[in-house]
C-alpha cells in the first residue's frame, strides 16, 4: 500500500475493506467510550484530528457515535497521501460530516491549528524513528489529548490474522500488508522505550497498544 505505484483497484479495494477490519480488531468503541466520550460536551463543540486516516472508516465512526450520543464533536481527518483523500471522495464520505483534508500533522502545525483530540489507527508502525518523533511531537502541540492505536506484534495475532484474511489476497492488500504490518509492530516493551517521557503505552485486547498523552494529568510546574 505504502508503494506509490502499486495497482488502484487492489488500493481501494483495501480501503474499503478497513471499516470490517478494524470494526473486529481495532476496538475504537472501547476507546470512544472510556478515553474520547468522557471529554465531549452536549453544548461545546471539541475539535477531534484523526491522523492517517486510510479508509475514512475511523474518523467516521467517532462521528457518528458522538452524534448518536447527543454530543458535539467535529472530526477533521488527514492523510499525505492523496490516493486515501480520492477515495473518500470517490465513495461519497466527504458528505458525511468529516472534514477530510490531504494533508500533514507537520503542515497543521506550522498553520497554528489546535484540537482537544489527536488520533491515528495502525500508524505507528509505518514510521522510522525519526518519524515517529515529529509525530509525537506534532500531536503535543496540536490538541492535550493523544490517542494513538496500534497492532501488538505476537505470534498468535500473526498466525490468526493470517488465517483469517488469506482469501481476501486476491483482490486487496489486507493480507499481505496485515501481516506485514504485524511483523513491524512494537512490543509494549519497545514502544515504551521509543517514546519520550509524558507517553503511556496501555496493552489492549486482542494485541492492542494504545499510545496515550493526556495533558490535563501532567502536573504543572
Given amino acids: 500500500m505504502d508503494d506509490p505505484d502499486c495497482d488502484r483497484d487492489r488500493l481501494f479495494a483495501t ?5 470490517a477490519v478494524n470494526a473486529l480488531v481495532a476496538g475504537w468503541r472501547r476507546v470512544y467510550l472510556r478515553d474520547v466520550r468522557p471529554v465531549l460536551d452536549r453544548r461545546r463543540a471539541s475539535r477531534l484530528l484523526d491522523i492517517g486516516f486510510g479508509g475514512g472508516d475511523i474518523p467516521l465512526a467517532l ?3 458522538a452524534a448518536r450520543d447527543g454530543l458535539r464533536l467535529e472530526v477533521t481527518a488527514i492523510d499525505p497521501d492523496e490516493r486515501a483523500h480520492e477515495f473518500v471522495e470517490s465513495r ?3 458528505r458525511l460530516g468529516v472534514d477530510f483534508r ?11 491549528e489546535r484540537f482537544d483530540i489527536v488520533t491515528s489507527n495502525h500508524l505507528l508502525h509505518h514510521l522510522d524513528p525519526d518519524a515517529l518523533a515529529s509525530l509525537l511531537a506534532d500531536s503535543a502541540s ?23 484474511t488469506k482469501p481476501l489476497d486476491r483482490g486487496s492488500f ?3 500488508d496485515g501481516t506485514l504490518s504485524i511483523r513491524r509492530s512494537y512490543t509494549a516493551p519497545e514502544l515504551r522505550a521509543a517514546v519520550p517521557q509524558g507517553w503511556l503505552v496501555r496493552c489492549e485486547l486482542p494485541y492492542r497498544l494504545l499510545l496515550t498523552r493526556d495533558e490535563t494529568l501532567t502536573p504543572q510546574g
Fill in 92 to 94: 461519497g464520505l466527504t
Fill in 142 to 164: 496540536l490538541a492535550p489529548l493523544a490517542l494513538h492505536s496500534d497492532i501488538e506484534r505476537g505470534r498468535l495475532a500473526l498466525a490468526a490474522f493470517g488465517a483469517a
Fill in 174 to 176: 489486507v493480507h499481505y
Fill in 102 to 112: 490531504a494533508a500533514s500533522s507537520g503542515e497543521l502545525v506550522a498553520a497554528g
Fill in 63 to 65: 462521528t457518528s457515535w
Fill in 15 to 19: 480501503y474499503a475493506q478497513f471499516r
